[in-house]
Structures are given as C-alpha cells and as structure tokens.
C-alpha cells in the first residue's frame, strides 16, 4: 500500500529540483496530494513525537536505522545490527536514558525515513539522512556526526586520480546527486547509469565500466568487504549526515538533549574514533569544490 505521506515529501522535495516544472505546476501537484492526504491519515500530518520525559517514562528509545549499508547500519553474520549508525543511537541512549540497549531499532527503507518521524512513529532516525533546506521544512536535523559525500571506486590498479578517469566509462546510480560532480570534474568521463549497487559490481567485474561513483560511505563498506577495490583519494562533494527529529516547540529539550550529546561526542573525540573504527575516519585526502 502507498504511503500517502511519504509520497507527498518525496514530491515536495524531489519535485522542487526538476527544472521541467513550472512553481504552478508544483504548487497544484502539491495541494492535490495535501487534500488526499489529509483525508487518508486526519489530523496525524502534524510531526509530533514523543518529548523527553515522555521517552524517560516509557524508558527506550525507538530509532529508525538501514540494516542493508556496510558499515553505517548492516547486520553481521548472525544478524545483529552493527555500524557506526547503530554505535550513535546506543550512545545516545546511554546518556538519555542510562543504559546503552534502552533502544529499539526499527529498519526501514529509504522512502519511509522521514515519514515515520512526521507520523509519529519513532523518536530518531539515524539511517543515513542527508541534511538538506528541503527536507529541513519538515523536519529537525542534528549537527552533522559525519560528512558523506560523492566518491568513486574502482578495481583498476592504474586508477588512482581522477585525471586517469579521462575518456573511462564510470557506472552512476539512475537520478542521483552524484551525476552533477561526476560530470562536473570528469567532464570527459562516459557515464553509464545502473539502477543499483550489485549492478555496478557486475559491469566492473565485467570491465564494461572502469569505475563507479556513490556515496563514500557505502564505498568504504565495499572496499571492506572486496579488498581488491580502493577508493580514490578525491572526494567530489560533501554532505552532512544528521539524526532526525520531529519539528515543534515542545520537542525542544529533546532536539537539545541529542544535540549537546553529539557535540560532546565530537569534542572528546568518540565520534572520530568510532568512524576510524568503521573505516570511515580519513578515508579521503581532500575534498574537491565547485568553485573556480
């Protein structure tokens, strides 16, 4: 069944970035999908979530985590969840409620991560959420506890800059963020869109493309689990990871309490040996800008 909801933020969001739509246009798709809405879900598109001393009550915190990106949130082999993801939001718990398993984890897909947080469904979402303007419209974000970004991987040992990618073919996930940077500072490249990540191992494994670009993150993860591949040491963008929140004054001691947390966890430098730990630490040499 759809998700009525999480339809409508998909839209607003990912419509407003089509530059084939006109604001009419938009803004008429937008109140359409507002009315079904609210006749479908009533009075539950307002974002609250629990506030802290209703959390304190209950005595656990419900996060919504990936189970499926290595190494940011992933299951092991005897499928308990694991990654720097799932570290933070036991971390969190430790200090807002004394004791680091007073959480439950709930996966979720991609299109379900904001939604359940504007529904009233869980208190955190910690699953590899890009702060954005857009999507802070709707809800709270955190300060960042980690920068992602677009970088590209590769099998081919006489690939190691971006400037030996001139004239390559490299694999792009369909719509993504990262075609703009790719082109950007590989304009000579060849793109060849896949629609997932087990289709890009396969056209590299194949020598159908010579590399493929995503997010820096689940690249570190491939990396750890196939070592013959390496990362480039240049990354293309940078995008800040953030644990979500509902929006609403009365959620203000909350959004304070897991803000203070993680810049105490950057002050004393948890956060960065936990990344290190993860493989994610310094994993890039530098960040390349758009700026000329």
Not at 186 to 208: F, T
Request: charged letters at 20%; a neutral charge; proline letters at 4%.
């Amino acid at each position: 069944m759809i998700n009525p909801l999480g339809f409508l933020i998909e839209f607003l969001i990912e419509a407003k970035q089509r530059s084939t739509m006109s604001r009419l246009h938009l803004v008429l798709g937008a109140t359409l999908i507002l009315i079904l809405c609210l006749f479908s879900l009533g009075t539950d598109l307002v974002a609250s979530g629990a506030t802290l001393p209703e959390i304190q009550k209950r005595g656990y915190l419900t996060v919504a985590v990936k189970d499926n990106l290595r190494p940011l949130g992933f299951r092991d082999d005897k499928g308990n969840l694991q990654g720097l993801e799932i570290d933070l939001a036991k971390r969190l718990a430790n200090d807002l409620l004394g004791k680091p398993d007073a959480v439950k984890f709930q996966p979720v897909a991609n299109s379900d991560r904001l939604p359940v947080i504007v529904e009233n469904k869980i208190d955190l979402a910690i699953a590899n959420v890009t702060a954005t303007e857009s999507r802070s419209r709707i809800v709270s974000f955190s300060v960042p506890y980690y920068y992602d970004g677009a970088a590209i991987v590769t099998k081919d040992t006489s690939i190691n800059q971006l400037e030996d990618l001139y004239r390559r073919k490299i694999a792009v996930l369909n719509n993504s963020s990262t075609i703009f940077y790719v082109k950007y500072f590989i304009p000579k490249s060849e793109l060849i869109g896949v629609s997932s990540y087990a289709q890009a191992q396969e056209k590299i494994e194949s020598n159908a493309v010579d590399a493929f670009a995503a997010d820096n993150s689940l690249l570190s993860g491939w990396v750890q689990e196939y070592p013959k591949y390496h990362i480039l040491p240049s990354q293309l963008s940078t995008e800040p990871l953030s644990v979500v929140m509902a929006k609403g004054l009365q959620y203000d001691e909350f959004r304070r309490s897991v803000n203070e947390a993680i810049a105490r966890y950057i002050a004393t430098g948890w956060l960065k040996e936990s990344t290190q730990h993860w493989g994610l630490g310094n994993s890039q040499e530098k960040t390349l800008t758009t700026d000329r």
